[in-house]
């Protein structure tokens, strides 16, 4: 099965960071669409794409879908046919429905009786006449962050649709999209081969593209980004930045390459690192140039999408522009420089945070009392320097370096705080108070960074949820989810003895003080929210929900001490051959106290049966020696202990009626099932696991 698919969707430029989300969404619904019409393909769909084309190609692809038997039950005999054995209008619209005769109709015993029944074949349909129909619907389902309208058009895509090419087997796919009817016809580069080109299939549109500077692979084109930047920079024994976001963004607003390499005036070196690489990144999306051992040059590449007849006539023009954007950065960073970093505070008074929460000023004031408890707990040697960063570190939102380059928070807090003297680890914190910035992203090295940088955290939290700002489903415009998973991955990273509970409680505690809500409904919705992170965070770590769950489940508090439990809970059910036994033990424990709900103490004298008397005293002996290693959090070893208690348990079960109707024996015996259970929910609640 040879037979090929290729589509094309010319459009005009398709923002960067849309194309590789935009190409991916195009395979997904192409495989649906073909599995959802019995379309069965035995190679596979691969999908390429440039700023102006979406490329979809399929391979081994059958050219009639597969045939269909339908079976269809009708009306019951009783209703279909009178006394006489005459078809009713019950069978004769039935028979018109399925499109056959009445006589063609069968019957079929069901549980109710006989009823009306027919089989029928349906033949598959070409592929090609399927495809003519599909591929307008498939191209208006891809998922864009934006999409736009055009013309009298109410077709909405992310940029204009200009031509589409619709071939299988070569021969053209009919349909019409967005005012634009499918052909043969793609284009080549834009400026260097702007022309039309007639393709015949998948090897021959690969050869046009070629021929015509498309290089259509985004892998390739990276590959191809990254050569030539290197080869550039090469020419001033300089290496370009290593920054493989950029390459990506690089890579996608191009489609055939040529770089050049630029200078700009050695006294802009003056300006930090970070505002000349972010310039000449953000920008104008040029690659910085570093010597061996790292430090700016000061030159860039640039990358071009044409290949110039003037080499240098570009670079001039490169170099201009952005002397233009150093200009303006070199006079940002002196212009903030005449006003100390402190002095800013006030400036915060009026730039709002959240219309409810208030001020960004007032919004430090609450974290940087929660950031002085978390010092007493953390580092009470380092409260002073804590206090400083925290005051500091949302400064630099109102200088203008930060106003024309968002990305440098923090940073250019760190920058200005260092000229104006201030201890390093006030200035580090300052910039490292906003790590990690993204899911798994670098951790601050610094305590006070920590420190703060929690402490903002969970203010913001809870914030959001006394507002009603939590995440909903996909939606979370405050980064709620982030910031949980952050604050998690600090207090294990750092291995704080932190109360999770009391530091919530805290949190509330303090904007209680500003906005009213329900402390108590508010707090065990927090709770749960970083409860549920964990348990994500847990699962992409690759542990099982059940074992996850054994172990939040009775203690979610303290959480550098969760990793632990539920690795050497793992260890153990790997491991020891008993656990499973065990786990059933303890099942059996938890079914009978589910519907208990006072607590009961155990009287040793009213232990009648040998087999609760010898349960009771291996308890008694066992009880000491677990507590001790659950203290020293050694848990796979506390679980070893409380093996010897599954035979007592299990004979305790087999030799003694617990539910017995004397009152006294009853609550005696329930006692111990909950001296023991509790015994083990120090650990886990092993009732958690599927068994």
């Given at each position: 099965m040879s037979n090929e698919l290729l589509l094309e969707i010319g459009t005009e430029e398709i923002p960067a960071g849309y194309l590789k989300n935009g190409l991916g969404e195009l395979k997904r619904l192409a495989g649906e669409c073909l599995k959802e019409n019995r379309i069965e393909i035995a190679g596979d769909l691969q999908t390429c794409g440039t700023p102006r084309r979406l490329i979809l190609i399929g391979n081994g692809i059958a050219e009639k879908q597969?045939?269909?038997?339908?079976?269809?039950?009708?009306?019951?005999?009783?209703?279909?046919?009178?006394?006489?054995?005459?078809?009713?209008?019950?069978?004769?619209?039935?028979?018109?429905?399925?499109?056959?005769?009445?006589?063609?109709?069968?019957?079929?015993?069901?549980?109710?009786?006989?009823?009306?029944?027919?089989?029928?074949?349906?033949?598959?349909?070409?592929?090609?006449?399927?495809?003519?129909?599909?591929?307008?619907?498939?191209?208006?389902?891809?998922?864009?962050?934006?999409?736009?309208?055009?013309?009298?058009?109410?077709?909405?895509?992310?940029?204009?649709?200009h031509w589409v090419v619709a071939l299988f087997n070569g021969t053209v796919i009919p349909f019409e999209v967005a005012g634009v009817t499918s052909g043969n016809i793609t284009r080549g580069h834009r400026f260097m081969s702007p022309g039309e080109k007639e393709v015949t299939g998948v090897k021959d549109h690969f050869k046009k593209m070629?021929?015509?500077?498309?290089?259509?692979?985004?892998?390739?084109?990276?590959?191809?980004?990254?050569?030539?930047?290197?080869?550039?920079?090469?020419?001033?024994?300089?290496?370009?930045?290593?920054?493989?976001?950029?390459?990506?963004?690089?890579?996608?607003?191009?489609?055939?390459p040529s770089a050049v390499c630029g200078s700009f005036d050695e006294k802009f070196l003056k300006?930090?690192?970070?505002?000349?690489?972010?310039?000449?990144?953000?920008?104008?999306?040029?690659?910085?140039?570093?010597?061996?051992?790292?430090?700016?040059?000061?030159?860039?590449?640039?990358?071009?999408?044409?290949?110039?007849?003037?080499?240098?006539?570009?670079?001039?023009?490169?170099?201009?522009?952005?002397?233009?954007?150093?200009?303006?950065?070199?006079?940002?960073?002196?212009?903030?420089?005449?006003?100390?970093?402190?002095?800013?505070?006030?400036?915060?008074?009026?730039?709002?945070?959240?219309?409810?929460?208030?001020?960004?000023?007032?919004?430090?004031?609450?974290?940087t009392k929660l950031a002085e408890y978390l010092a007493g707990i953390a580092a009470p040697d380092k409260l002073n320097d804590i206090v400083t960063a925290a005051g500091l570190c949302k400064c630099d939102l109102v200088t203008q370096m930060v106003a024309e380059f968002p990305s440098l928070q923090g940073c250019m807090g760190e920058e200005y705080a260092r000229i104006e003297g201030y201890k390093e680890d006030v200035c580090l914190a300052i910039r490292e108070?906003?790590?990690?910035?993204?899911?798994?992203?670098?951790?601050?090295?610094?305590v006070i960074g920590a420190v703060v940088g929690v402490a903002d955290r969970i203010d913001t939290?809870?914030?959001?949820?006394?507002?009603?700002?939590?995440?909903?489903?996909?939606?979370?415009?405050?980064a709620l989810r982030r910031h949980a998973l952050a604050i998690i991955r600090i207090i294990e990273d750092l291995s704080w003895d932190l109360s999770l509970m009391e530091f919530v409680n805290k949190a509330l505690a303090i904007l209680r003080e500003e906005i009213e809500f329900d402390t108590d409904e508010l707090f065990e919705r927090v709770i749960r929210f970083f409860r549920e992170r964990y348990r994500q965070m847990m699962l992409r770590s690759g542990y099982k929900s059940d074992l996850i769950e054994a172990v939040i489940s009775v203690e979610f508090d303290e959480i550098n001490q969760l990793r632990p439990r539920i690795e050497q809970l793992n260890r153990f059910a790997l491991e020891s051959k008993e656990f499973h036994d065990l786990a059933l033990t303890f099942k059996r424990i938890s079914n009978i106290l589910?519907?208990?709900?006072?607590?009961?103490?155990?009287?040793?004298?009213?232990?009648?049966?040998?087999?609760?008397?010898?349960?009771?005293?291996?308890?008694?002996?066992?009880?000491?020696?677990?507590?001790?290693?659950i203290k020293d959090k050694e848990y796979y070893d506390a679980l070893n202990l409380m093996i010897r208690l599954r035979k007592p348990v299990d004979e305790f079960f087999d030799g003694a009626e617990i539910m017995t109707k004397d009152d006294t024996l009853r609550e005696n015996r329930v006692g111990l099932l909950q001296h023991l259970a509790k015994l083990f929910l120090e650990v886990a609640d092993l009732s958690k696991f599927s068994i």
């Open positions: 597969e045939d269909l038997v339908r079976e269809v039950t009708g009306p019951p005999k009783s209703v279909a046919y009178d006394g006489q054995g005459n078809p009713t209008k019950a069978a004769l619209g039935f028979a018109e429905k399925q499109g056959v005769s009445v006589e063609e109709l069968g019957f079929t015993q069901t549980p109710k009786g006989e009823y009306l029944y027919i089989k029928q074949l349906v033949p598959g349909r070409p592929v090609r006449d399927i495809l003519a129909g599909e591929l307008p619907r498939l191209i208006a389902e891809i998922p864009w962050p934006k999409s736009m309208r055009w013309a009298s058009l109410a077709f909405p895509f992310v940029r204009p649709i070629e021929e015509n500077f498309i290089v259509i692979s985004q892998e390739e084109r990276e590959k191809l980004v990254q050569k030539l930047a290197e080869e550039a920079a090469r020419r001033v024994k300089g290496k370009p930045a290593d920054d493989p976001e950029l390459l990506a963004t690089v890579a996608n607003l191009i489609e055939y300006v930090p690192e970070a505002v000349l690489i972010t310039a000449m990144k953000e920008h104008q999306k040029y690659f910085s140039v570093h010597d061996e051992e790292g430090k700016l040059m000061c030159n860039f590449v640039a990358v071009n999408n044409t290949v110039a007849r003037d080499e240098s006539m570009v670079q001039r023009g490169h170099e201009r522009v952005l002397r233009a954007r150093l200009s303006d950065a070199a006079f940002f960073f002196e212009e903030d420089r005449k006003r100390p970093l402190k002095e800013r505070l006030e400036d915060l008074k009026d730039v709002i945070y959240q219309a409810e929460l208030g001020t960004s000023y007032a919004k430090v004031q609450r974290f108070h906003y790590l990690p910035e993204k899911a798994g992203g670098q951790l601050p090295e610094s939290i809870a914030g959001c949820f006394a507002v009603g700002l939590e995440p909903t489903g996909s939606a979370d415009p405050f589910k519907k208990q709900k006072k607590s009961f103490q155990v009287n040793p004298s009213l232990l009648r049966e040998t087999c609760e008397l010898e349960l009771w005293e291996k308890y008694q002996g066992l009880k000491d020696g677990v507590d001790q290693r």
